[in-house]
């Protein structure tokens, strides 16, 4: 069994003041938003993490520093971390629903599931990752940014997290949400069986969205996906808009049967006689 890294001990003694409210990016203080921010994004940071900006800058500051030395994120990446990170996941919340669980699988070094959790704090989420060193930079980040109440990270495949163990029960959400992970058809072989009945994947793609959901619409129907949707997010907010792929998970698709013994042309299972069932 592959280990389990959670990180739900309650708040962490390091936690920076800001979490505590300390003053705000419209405080008196200067807030380590307003260090970090771009000011031609801050409009559209301030529409997107609201009162939690100051917790979302902390988090910046991480990857552009740890992050970065750790080799989670391309020292090319720091200039840009609002706009294509930061941003663009947080723009995601918008098709999540109020007070959901939320899986988010592959997530490195926390894109998306870590921006969610702190745009939202009704959430609670669970970062499905393999990799020790991005685990080991996860649990850290949720611990020195206050979320271990409502963030738990689990060191494994999403596969691994689906199936469970002798010591755990499978994991399921509401929501299961990715990120630069896979395509679309490997994604809902992967992500389906962490949603509940009825729950969705909710996947941030590129440009070539609509030529995914053409190419494995099929694949995605025989996984017990629903039809594909795609959905723009941050419309107005950010240019140009987050786009989705949203699957839900429509039928419980059990894994997959081993083959029977052959059976004759008469529909007599070869070497047995009689009963055919
Ligand atoms: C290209 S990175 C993307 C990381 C992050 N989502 C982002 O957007 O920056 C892909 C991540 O998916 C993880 N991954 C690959 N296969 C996986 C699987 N079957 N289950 C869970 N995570 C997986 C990798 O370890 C890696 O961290």
Redesign the pocket.
């Known amino acids: 069994m592959r280990s389990v890294g959670r990180s739900d001990a309650g708040p962490s003694r390091s936690r920076p003041s800001h979490v505590d409210g300390a003053a705000g990016p419209s405080g008196d203080h200067p807030s380590p938003a307003d260090a970090t921010l771009p000011p031609d994004l801050a409009d559209a940071a301030r529409a997107l993490f609201g009162d939690r900006l100051d917790l979302a800058a902390a988090y910046a500051e991480l990857l552009a520093t740890d992050g970065v030395v750790r080799g989670l994120i391309g020292p090319r990446e720091t200039p840009r971390l609002w706009d294509r990170h930061l941003l663009n996941c947080a723009a995601m919340a918008e098709r999540i629903p109020e007070g959901a669980s939320l899986i988010d699988?592959?997530?490195?070094?926390g894109?998306?599931g870590l921006v969610l959790a702190i745009a939202r704090p009704d959430l609670t989420v669970t970062l499905?990752?393999?990799?020790a060193r991005?685990t080991t930079f996860l649990i850290e980040a949720v611990e020195r940014l206050g979320l271990t109440r409502s963030v738990r990270v689990f060191r494994g495949?999403?596969?691994e997290a689906a199936a469970g163990s002798r010591d755990r029960e499978p994991l399921t959400a509401d929501i299961v949400t990715?990120?630069?992970?896979?395509p679309l058809d490997r994604l809902a072989a992967?992500c389906l069986p962490l949603a509940v009945a009825g729950g969705r994947l909710v996947a941030l793609k590129g440009a070539s969205a609509a030529e995914e959901i053409a190419e494995h619409a099929a694949a995605v129907a025989r996984l017990g996906g629903g039809e594909p949707e795609l959905h723009r997010c941050g419309v107005d907010v950010i240019d140009p808009p987050a786009t989705v792929i949203e699957v839900v998970r429509e039928r419980v698709i059990g894994p997959a049967r081993k083959k029977g013994p052959k059976r004759s042309r008469g529909g007599r299972r070869r070497g047995t006689q009689g009963r055919d069932r």
């Open positions: 699988v592959g997530s490195g070094a894109l998306p499905v990752e393999p990799l991005r495949r999403a596969e990715a990120r630069a992970v896979a992967w």
